[in-house]
């Protein structure tokens, strides 16, 4: 299962089912690639890094946000324009609304991952516990080090960080986190899949004074809807 993937919309593009292509890496991991040829930063420096990104994580308890998403093929190529909303809320509650082109609705409850895709009037339901070290976003959701022991931070300024999946089989193999500046407010992130695909969100209105409603973070099986089960 994947994160973030590119389905008909963003479901594919989310979760669904997130060899790093040059042409489809963002210019900021380039960046990064660049920074380690010159430097060789040391385990403690590693550990150092990740440490500073938990800590300025820890202090987002919740947040809502519009999102933009541009998905780009590894040819560079864009493929879809989208737009939404998201909610994420500790620990480990995510509400990820697509509204256009298709809609999509992705919601963690805590201990399930539902993936509802209207279109084929489908949900799909899997175990969080199963679904997290595959699904890096929820980082942003949860400080247990027995979850980031499966992922690497690398890091050239307080504000840009790039999490490194440690599996070489990892389905996300990367998810880039841009702060605005001296500040723990998200601006945008990116993620890159196994197969060069890369999903830019660009956040908007991002709000971390109003604590999402609870509601949100929970889902009911819409009658008529068929359920695929993988728990």
Known sequence: MIFFSLKKTVIVSFFSAVVLSSTSISSFALQFNDVTKKTSNTVSDAKIIKSNL??????IEYFSANFNQQVLDADGNELQNAIGTLAVKKPNL???NTAEPDESLIVSDGSTLWFFDPFVEQVRAYLLEKALMNTPILLLTNSDPTLWQHY???????????IHANDNNAQVKTL???FKESSNELDSFTILDATGQLSIFKLSEFDVVNSPEISLFTFKIPKGVELDDQR
Do not use: M, P
């Open 176 to 178: 880039e986190l841009h």
């Open 54 to 59: 938990i800590k300025k994580l820890a202090a």
């Open 152 to 162: 690497s931070v690398s890091s050239i300024d307080e504000n840009n960080y790039l």
């Open 94 to 96: 995510v509400h990820w």
